[in-house]
């Protein structure tokens, strides 16, 4: 069966620091990927969607960037943390082809102070 | 651009009745997913139910059914029989053949004793 990981479960980070969040499905492959973030009672913000290795596309301008280094891998960074980047990130998977519903992680809840 | 509107942000039932959640959404795709999810206090994601445009016939899952009216580009949620453990924030959501997926802005369900 597959799985999806996200770490770390929570973070606090300085403003201006980097940041690095890891997402890992297994259990299937070329697997599309996604990153949300969701503000507190509110829904979720596409950023960044993968339909394949070094395939990345950009929803939202910002000081966030994702890369995939490998095809179950998701990664979302950072050089310098905004007060604003602040929130629940989730990533989330589905297969290449099919019916599109999405699994989502246990989300990582970032504090930037 | 898509968009998906959840109008309700809050609503409310007792035991054992029905709740109605609604959503609509606009596009210019003709292919197109639309799903429901659930975000429970642990705030992990599930999916609810799907439905694939191109199918008439409204989707049910156990006491979950959709009322998808396509022209109107109206996609309800009808909980049936409802317990305490479907208290919880739902979520409408579109999702395109080329993988771009958008959010509502959720409706928080509470099922009242």
């Known amino acids: 069966s597959q799985t999806i990981h996200q770490w770390p479960a929570t973070l606090v980070q300085p403003v201006g620091s980097p940041l690095s969040l890891e997402c890992t499905v297994e259990?299937?492959?070329?697997?599309?990927l996604y990153w949300y973030r969701q503000a507190a009672g509110r829904g979720l913000q596409l950023l960044f969607y993968?339909?394949?290795?070094?395939?990345i596309s950009s929803e939202v301008p910002q000081n966030l960037s994702a890369s995939r280094p490998q095809d179950r891998q998701f990664i979302l960074s950072s050089k310098k943390l905004l007060l604003s980047d602040s929130g629940f990130y989730l990533c989330?998977?589905?297969?290449?082809?099919?019916?599109?519903?999405?699994?989502f992680g246990p989300g990582t809840r970032l504090t930037v102070t | 651009a898509q968009t998906v509107t959840q109008s309700q942000p809050e609503m409310s039932v007792q035991e054992a009745e029905t709740v109605t959640l609604s959503c609509t959404y606009d596009t210019s795709e003709s292919n197109y997913y639309l799903f429901w999810y659930k975000q429970p206090p642990s705030r992990q994601m599930i999916l609810v139910i799907r439905q694939e445009a191109y199918k008439q016939q409204n989707a049910t899952e156990n006491r979950f059914s959709v009322n998808f009216q396509k022209a109107a580009k109206s996609f309800s949620l009808k909980i049936s029989d409802s317990q305490l453990g479907d208290t919880a924030m739902y979520f409408c959501?579109?999702?395109?053949?080329?993988?771009?997926?958008?959010f509502g802005d959720g409706t928080t369900l509470t099922v009242k004793p």
């Open positions: 259990g299937t492959s070329n697997p599309n």
């Open positions: 959501a579109f999702h395109t053949n080329a993988g771009k997926s958008t």
């Open positions: 989330a998977w589905h297969g290449a082809s099919g019916t599109y519903e999405q699994y």
């Open positions: 993968s339909v394949g290795i070094g395939q």
